[in-house]
């Protein structure tokens, strides 16, 4: 049985630990024109089952065959048994902490994919013990953990990639080459949504309990949520739908369907965001008044300021909204199918539409399947190919990162096919902390603080011509336009709805700081 350690000092005291015995490969000593003695990349990964389960196939089954998987960790041993089973040499752990402090001389890098609220506590202390990272989206629960996230990388000088593999994807680069071409004019407005959420949201919490599986390490899974009693059909999936734990269908898919806007129209932070959202209701008159529930649809609109000083508004759509049906589509096409291009409408997850002034174009998430509206126009396209496409498309996108850890930080490899953020030369993966990620992960994440804030109530008294003086609801943070400060990462006209910029770990979980 594995000794339990003492979980607050080694979260306080993980710099020093990196510090006092971290290995540092010696490529990454040798600078680049240095050859390693090995050119495997030694992986501890701290999620099992379920979307880490795909992170690990697509590292253990690369081309190159240069990655290997040397440590799992999971709290459910269910979801994990078929990791484990197909991983037997790999020395499996429920507690990443643990398997940090015992093993961290005998891994390169770490990959993480568990549920958003423990994403940047992992990240933070894989960075801190200078290992490479790969995050899955989006990056953090909080838009404070986002920034700090993006500071790690930067301070420890580690290869980082956010788990959003469309960014790999060929159209990225034909979305960029058509850009570039100006087929459709100074775009104004980029349209997003998605099928999401596909679990249970906008309800009230469960009111029963329920005994916890023995297969289950609860106390690990809740990690810096607040101490919350064990509820049936909750994990593994349907967390997403609520705050404590989740980020609801923007988070889920945002990072996806955003991303391509903001990477290659070089977005920075929205200056204002609106929000609209679905009100459940309990009975008559009563809405559902739970803090911890996500609204089950839900309409935003980000305005942007564009580099060359123009104006861009961004719409979200989520719960079966749609945008307003292009003229230019046939009237017996389904809407969804056409503009993501999925073969069946069973395959939709999410699509985006830009709007220029002398055309559309629209694509799946990530980028993918990119078309010209009218859809006829896509026979007589002839841009030449300028961008390298990445070896694999979007299964490259675990590959290039196990490339790039290898090679160092900032250190280029043969293949490398990522696509620079505008103004920027070089790119190293398509989806670096820096410069990319985070930043696209804060603006998903700020659409999240207004979803919130639309759920804020206060009481007060009003004057009632028939009963007189009655106390009443009133929900302040509903129908107003944002001010975002984003390089402080505040809204400057309503002050409540800053309380969700950061939240409070549960105690023992230690403090996110560099």
Avoid at 92 to 120: G, L, Q, S
């Amino acid at each position: 049985m594995k000794k339990n350690i003492g979980r607050r000092e080694f979260i306080k005291d993980s710099a020093l630990t990196a510090a006092a015995f971290t290995i540092v490969p010696s490529h990454v000593l040798g600078g680049k024109k240095h050859v390693a003695p090995s050119d495997k990349l030694y992986i501890a990964c701290v999620g099992c089952g379920g979307e880490a389960q795909n992170d690990i196939e697509h590292y253990a089954y690369a081309p190159k065959k240069n990655a290997v998987i040397a440590f799992l960790c999971d709290v459910d041993d269910v979801r994990s048994a078929e990791t484990r089973k197909n991983f037997p040499k790999a020395p499996y752990y429920h507690d990443w902490r643990e398997m940090f402090e015992k093993e961290h001389k005998n891994f390169d890098a770490v990959t993480v994919a568990i549920p958003d609220h423990n994403h940047a506590i992992v990240g933070l202390n894989a960075m801190k013990l200078r290992k490479h990272l790969y995050l899955q989206k989006p990056l953090s629960h909080d838009i404070y953990e986002a920034r700090i996230l993006t500071k790690a990388a930067e301070k420890y000088k580690v290869v980082t990639q956010m788990g959003n593999q469309g960014a790999s994807f060929d159209g990225m680069r034909t979305l960029k080459e058509w850009f570039d071409a100006d087929l459709i004019g100074e775009i104004e407005k980029v349209y997003n949504w998605t099928n999401r959420p596909v679990w249970p949201q906008g309800i009230p919490w469960p009111d029963k309990t329920a005994p916890v599986p023995d297969t289950l390490k609860w106390d690990l899974w809740l990690g810096t949520a607040p101490q919350t009693e064990y509820v049936d059909n909750l994990v593994p999936f349907n967390w997403r739908g609520w705050w404590r734990f989740g980020t609801g269908a923007l988070g889920d898919m945002g990072c996806h369907i955003i991303g391509p806007s903001f990477k290659l129209l070089g977005l920075g932070y929205p200056t204002e965001v609106t929000c609209e959202a679905v009100i459940t209701y309990t009975g008559m008159f009563k809405e559902v008044d739970d803090p911890m529930s996500i609204p089950p649809a839900s309409r935003l609109r980000y305005t942007f300021q564009r580099p060359d000083g123009g104006e861009l508004k961004l719409y979200w759509m989520d719960g079966g909204l749609v945008p307003e049906r292009p003229d230019e589509l046939p009237p017996d096409l389904n809407l969804n199918e056409a503009l993501a291009g999925v073969p069946k409408l069973g395959d939709f997850e999410g699509g985006t539409l830009f709007v220029g002034k002398r055309g559309k174009i629209s694509c799946g998430w990530g980028g993918r399947n990119p078309r010209l509206l009218p859809l006829s126009l896509n026979n007589q396209v002839d841009v030449a190919k300028k961008y390298p496409r990445v070896h694999g498309s979007a299964n490259g996108h675990w590959w290039q990162w196990v490339d790039a850890a290898i090679a160092g930080y900032h250190n280029d490899y043969e293949g490398n096919a990522a696509l620079p953020m505008p103004g920027k030369e070089k790119a190293y993966v398509d989806s670096p902390f820096e410069d990319y990620a985070g930043p696209v992960t804060e603006t998903v994440l700020m659409g999240n603080l207004l979803l919130r804030s639309f759920g804020i109530r206060e009481k007060t008294k009003r004057h009632d011509p028939v009963y007189g003086e009655v106390e009443d609801i009133t929900t302040p943070g509903r129908y107003i336009a944002y001010k975002w400060d984003g390089a402080n990462m505040r809204i400057t006209n309503f002050e409540p709805a800053n309380q969700f910029v950061k939240r409070e770990y549960r105690q023992g979980w230690g403090k996110l700081e560099l």
